[in-house]
C-alpha cells in the first residue's frame, strides 16, 4: 500500500512538472523581474499588446517626458491580453493605456470574423474599466503590412467596428495610423518596414511617433 502511494505522488509529481509553460510565461516572468529590479512609477503611460510595440526599440525616448513603460510581448493577441490582464495592466496603476492588438488575432486564422476581434476588444475594455473606471483608454489601429496585406480587409473592418465602439465610451481615444501608412493605391508602404515586411523600421516608428504623442496624456 505504501509503496503504491509513493508512486502515485511520484506520478503527480511527474505529470504536474511536464505540463508545458503556458505561452509568454518567460516574457511574464522577465517583466515581474524587471519590476522587482527597478519599480516602474504610478501613474504612468502603459503600452501594451504585440509585437509592434515589443520592437519599438527605446520607446519610452521616443516621448519625452512622459512617464512611459512597455508591457508588450511579440506574438500575443487580444486573448493573450485577457488572460495576462492582472500581470501586465492591474498591477501599474496607470492613469492611461495605450493598445497595439488585434492584428495576430486575424492573421492567425483567416476564418476568424472581424467582428470576433471586436468582441475579444470588448472583454478586454471591461477587464479595464472594472479595473480602474478612470484610466484613459487609447487604442493604436491595426496597422497594414505587406506580408499581411492579404488581411487589409479585415484589418479596416475591425479597425472600424472598435473605432465606432470607443466613440461611444468615455475617457478613449482611436488613433488611424493605418491609413497614412497605405500608397495611393492602397497597398502599404514598403518604405516603413523591415527586410521581412511585417515589423517596421526606424521610418515607421518615427511616423508612429507624431501620430501618437498628441494623444498622450499629461
Given at each position: 500500500?505504501?509503496?503504491?502511494?509513493?508512486?502515485?505522488?511520484?506520478?503527480?509529481?511527474?505529470?504536474?512538472?511536464?505540463?508545458?509553460?503556458?505561452?509568454?510565461?518567460?516574457?511574464?516572468?522577465?517583466?515581474?523581474?524587471?519590476?522587482?529590479?527597478?519599480?516602474?512609477?504610478?501613474?504612468?503611460?502603459?503600452?501594451?499588446?504585440?509585437?509592434?510595440?515589443?520592437?519599438?526599440?527605446?520607446?519610452?525616448?521616443?516621448?519625452?517626458?512622459?512617464?512611459?513603460?512597455?508591457?508588450?510581448?511579440?506574438?500575443?493577441?487580444?486573448?493573450?491580453?485577457?488572460?495576462?490582464?492582472?500581470?501586465?495592466?492591474?498591477?501599474?496603476?496607470?492613469?492611461?493605456?495605450?493598445?497595439?492588438?488585434?492584428?495576430?488575432?486575424?492573421?492567425?486564422?483567416?476564418?476568424?470574423?472581424?467582428?470576433?476581434?471586436?468582441?475579444?476588444?470588448?472583454?478586454?475594455?471591461?477587464?479595464?474599466?472594472?479595473?480602474?473606471?478612470?484610466?484613459?483608454?487609447?487604442?493604436?489601429?491595426?496597422?497594414?503590412?505587406?506580408?499581411?496585406?492579404?488581411?487589409?480587409?479585415?484589418?479596416?473592418?475591425?479597425?472600424?467596428?472598435?473605432?465606432?465602439?470607443?466613440?461611444?465610451?468615455?475617457?478613449?481615444?482611436?488613433?488611424?495610423?493605418?491609413?497614412?501608412?497605405?500608397?495611393?493605391?492602397?497597398?502599404?508602404?514598403?518604405?516603413?518596414?523591415?527586410?521581412d515586411s511585417l515589423h517596421m523600421n526606424t521610418r515607421g516608428y518615427a511616423l508612429w511617433q507624431k501620430i501618437i504623442?498628441?494623444?498622450?496624456?499629461?
Amino acid at each position: 500500500m505504501m509503496i503504491r502511494i509513493t508512486f502515485l505522488l511520484l506520478l503527480t509529481a511527474y505529470v504536474v512538472t511536464a505540463q508545458p509553460a503556458a505561452p509568454f510565461a518567460s516574457e511574464i516572468k522577465a517583466f515581474q523581474k524587471e519590476d522587482s529590479l527597478h519599480p516602474p512609477l504610478k501613474n504612468g503611460i502603459l503600452f501594451i499588446g504585440s509585437s509592434s510595440f515589443t520592437y519599438w526599440h527605446k520607446l519610452p525616448s521616443y516621448f519625452p517626458g512622459y512617464p512611459i513603460i512597455n508591457r508588450a510581448f511579440g506574438g500575443s493577441t487580444l486573448a493573450d491580453q485577457i488572460f495576462y490582464f492582472r500581470n501586465v495592466v492591474a498591477p501599474y496603476r496607470a492613469k492611461q493605456i495605450v493598445i497595439y492588438c488585434g492584428e495576430n488575432d486575424l492573421a492567425y486564422n483567416p476564418s476568424f470574423p472581424a467582428d470576433s476581434a471586436l468582441t475579444r476588444f470588448k472583454k478586454l475594455f471591461s477587464l479595464i474599466r472594472n479595473n480602474d473606471a478612470t484610466m484613459w483608454v487609447t487604442f493604436v489601429s491595426m496597422k497594414p503590412s505587406p506580408s499581411r496585406h492579404h488581411f487589409l480587409k479585415s484589418y479596416t473592418q475591425a479597425n472600424n467596428l472598435i473605432r465606432d465602439f470607443l466613440k461611444k465610451q468615455k475617457r478613449t481615444d482611436f488613433v488611424d495610423v493605418a491609413s497614412i501608412m497605405l500608397n495611393k493605391n492602397g497597398k502599404p508602404k514598403a518604405s516603413l518596414f523591415t527586410a521581412d515586411s511585417l515589423h517596421m523600421n526606424t521610418r515607421g516608428y518615427a511616423l508612429w511617433q507624431k501620430i501618437i504623442l498628441p494623444y498622450l496624456k499629461h
